[in-house]
T-cell receptor
Framework: DTAVSQTPKYLVTQMGNDKSIKCEQN?????MYWYKQDSKKFLKIMFS???????INETVPNRFSPKSPDKAHLNLHINSLELGDSAVYFC????????????????FGEGSRLTVL | AQTVTQSQPEMSVQEAETVTLSCTYD???????LFWYKQPPSRQMILVIR??????QNATENRFSVNFQKAAKSFSLKISDSQLGDAAMYFC???????????????FGKGTHLIIQP
């Protein structure tokens, strides 16, 4: 069983379209994240949710909107896609309650490669 | 703001040799974790090793070990007996943990591309 799964793995679309990436974790973690990895491989956090509540919201365009229907799911919707949105988007989760076996570690999904033409 | 610096964009090592990847970080926090993640061509992010800032003893995981110098804010990764499967991007990362149980996300360095020469 995949611990953190993202769909789709690959997404090719035209500029101006709206697209969504879905993420699910079966680890029972209370915190989920979206990271963007650009063409130079730099990883930067975009959003973080803890028990469905937004706790980290970095400076990203308003066209990006996360949504967490429950603590096991965190989806990313992108409106009016631009060329610069082309990247690999990683979902991750962590369990940060004291007493957990490995506090602090993030578990990553396999990434979703978005290509905007 | 916390920053993580990896000064080596690319490193190359002969198979079976030892290589050290450097990482420095800047923080005013006292309680934090440091990580090395590996990203092979499959692009999966894999945890290699982690270090709690309050622990003086350097973490080790089989062929992987760290040299954690808290005062110098340095966290290098040593890979012994390098294997072809070690070829990947290696990212140093930092994370603040708060006493109330919350935490920031991971802050990553820009990565070091490790090449293993057969």
């Amino acid at each position: 069983d995949t611990a953190v799964s993202q769909t789709p793995k690959y997404l090719v679309t035209q500029m101006g379209n709206d697209k969504s990436i879905k993420c699910e974790q079966n680890l029972g973690h209370d915190t989920m994240y979206w990271y963007k990895q650009d063409s130079k491989k730099f990883l930067k956090i975009m959003f973080s949710y803890n028990n469905k509540e937004l706790i980290i919201n970095e400076t990203v365009p308003n066209r990006f909107s996360p949504k967490s229907p429950d603590k096991a799911h965190l989806n990313l919707h992108i409106n009016s896609l631009e060329l610069g949105d082309s990247a690999v988007y990683f979902c991750a989760s962590s369990q940060d309650v004291s007493g957990s076996s490995l506090p602090g570690e993030l578990f990553f999904g396999e990434g979703s490669r978005l290509t905007v033409l | 703001a916390q920053t993580v610096t990896q000064s080596q964009p690319e490193m190359s090592v002969q198979e079976a040799e030892t290589v050290t990847l450097s990482c420095t970080y800047d923080t005013s926090e006292s309680d934090y974790y440091l990580f090395w993640y590996k990203q092979p061509p499959s692009r999966q992010m894999i945890l290699v090793i982690r270090q709690e800032a309050y622990k003086q003893q350097n973490a080790t995981e089989n062929r992987f070990s760290v040299n954690f110098q808290k005062a110098a804010k340095s966290f290098s990764l040593k890979i012994s007996d390098s294997q072809l499967g070690d070829a990947a991007m290696y990212f140093c990362a930092y994370r603040v943990m708060y006493s109330g149980g919350g935490a920031d996300g991971l802050t990553f360095g820009k990565g070091t591309h490790l090449i293993i020469q057969p």
